[in-house]
């Protein structure tokens, strides 16, 4: 199990919260489940780390 605030830290670095609208924030917030094996902020992280050529693994 992952702890949410560490996917929410490395978010940071690539998002810009000002720039997202009150229900994409409300949706990491809230960090309700994506998948079965994954969470909100987990997917989204997932997708911009691809963006950089790089993965993410809970593990």
Do not use: G, I, S, V
């Given at each position: 199990?992952?702890?949410?605030?560490?996917?929410?830290?490395?978010?940071?670095?690539?998002?810009?919260?000002?720039?997202?609208?009150?229900?994409?924030?409300?949706?990491?917030l809230k960090n309700p489940k994506a998948t079965s094996s994954k969470n909100h902020l987990e997917q989204v992280l997932h997708k911009y780390l691809k963006e950089f050529g790089e993965g993410y693994a809970k593990g």
């Open positions: 199990m992952t702890n949410p605030c560490f996917e929410l830290w490395p978010l940071l670095h690539y998002l810009d919260f000002k720039t997202l609208d009150e229900a994409a924030k409300n949706d990491l």
